[in-house]
């Protein structure tokens, strides 16, 4: 059993025991109001149930993606071999693959210009290899290698059902570089590209 499959029978459950406590309540007091305590029960398991219906519902955009390997992962923490971190901004910072055409960009706002103009510099190139592999938890292991002029780098990401996801980027040199961020659907992501020179 997938945890997609587990989610959506956790949320049948609690919205039959919301209904049977609903309906216990409707029996038993039909003329008294709930008590601020039945409240506050209610409200707290009318809550979990709205949670879990948005992770289910975002375990299977993750799901899509990942199928159809088009995606965004929009960074807001960049990582380098040693451990540091740069806090980033996520519209500029990313890695997008869809129809096999793929994009990666570093973009620092401490840096005026860049090669790419916004302070860093993006790579293009054709994606290949592309491979995933789901895990007991519903997460994913997703790899795939960017070919371009600027030399050839290999992708391995990390990827939870919530869509939080990892990236981490070898490529011509002997460093590594680590995306950390969200996946977000194609056509919902708002990154800006810059100039590509490569």
């Known amino acids: 059993m997938n945890k997609l499959t587990t989610i959506w029978m956790i949320i049948f459950v609690m919205i039959a025991n919301v209904a049977f406590a609903q309906g216990t309540i409707t029996t038993e007091q039909t003329d008294q109001p ?4 039945e409240q506050r029960r209610l409200a707290k398991q009318q809550k979990k149930i709205a949670e879990a219906e ?4 975002q375990a299977e955009i993750t799901k899509q993606m990942i199928e ?3 995606f965004v992962l929009e960074s807001h923490t960049l990582y380098n071999k040693y451990g540091r971190t740069a ?3 996520s519209n500029t910072n990313f890695i997008s693959i869809a129809q096999e055409e793929g994009v990666m960009q570093l973009a620092f706002q401490n840096i005026p210009v860049g090669i790419n ?9 054709k994606v ?7 895990n007991k938890h519903g997460g994913y292991m997703v790899s795939f ?3 371009g002029s600027a030399g050839n780098f290999d992708v391995t990401m990390t990827v939870m059902a919530s869509g939080q996801a990892t990236a981490r980027i070898r490529g ?6 680590k995306y950390q961020g969200d996946l977000v659907p194609v056509n919902k992501s708002r990154v800006y590209k810059g100039f590509s020179r490569f």
């Open 145 to 147: 290698s960017l070919f």
């Open 128 to 134: 290949n290899k592309y491979e995933f592999k789901e």
């Open 54 to 57: 948005q992770e289910a519902i």
């Open 117 to 125: 103009g916004i302070g860093g510099v993006t790579w293009e190139g």
């Open 34 to 37: 709930l008590t601020k305590k």
């Open 172 to 177: 011509n040199w002997s460093s590594e570089l």
């Open 87 to 89: 806090m980033v901004n």
């Open 68 to 70: 159809s390997g088009a």
